[in-house]
């Protein structure tokens, strides 16, 4: 299967992700939070960077838990509002 190239969307959405993560993270080290998630400290830093900009959804979730963060919260800061619908009228 052919990965679609990422969009200029998606890389945003990756750097946000990153920024809240790093964020949450304050003055606790990556290794700490490697340790507490499961992810690896290399992976941790590629993600809060911006260079994966679309993580596995359990990597997401490991370091959610691992920093206490609500995965609906953490989705929600990340993910721009849908575009509002047009309504037609027939």
């Given at each position: 299967?052919?990965r679609?190239p990422l969009?200029?969307e998606d890389?945003?959405?990756g750097?946000?992700?990153?920024?809240?993560?790093?964020e949450?993270?304050g003055t606790?080290s990556?290794?700490?939070?490697a340790?507490a998630?499961?992810?690896s400290?290399?992976a941790?830093r590629?993600?809060?960077?911006?260079?994966?900009?679309t993580?596995a959804?359990?990597?997401?979730?490991?370091l959610s838990?691992?920093?206490?963060l609500?995965?609906d919260?953490?989705?929600?800061?990340?993910q721009p509002?849908?575009?509002p619908?047009?309504?037609?009228?027939?």
């Amino acid at each position: 299967m052919v990965r679609p190239p990422l969009t200029p969307e998606d890389r945003e959405r990756g750097a946000r992700l990153g920024a809240l993560l790093r964020e949450a993270r304050g003055t606790r080290s990556m290794a700490e939070i490697a340790v507490a998630s499961g992810v690896s400290v290399d992976a941790l830093r590629k993600i809060e960077a911006g260079r994966v900009p679309t993580p596995a959804l359990f990597t997401v979730a490991a370091l959610s838990t691992a920093l206490g963060l609500s995965l609906d919260a953490l989705v929600s800061e990340v993910q721009p509002p849908p575009a509002p619908a047009d309504r037609q009228v027939s």
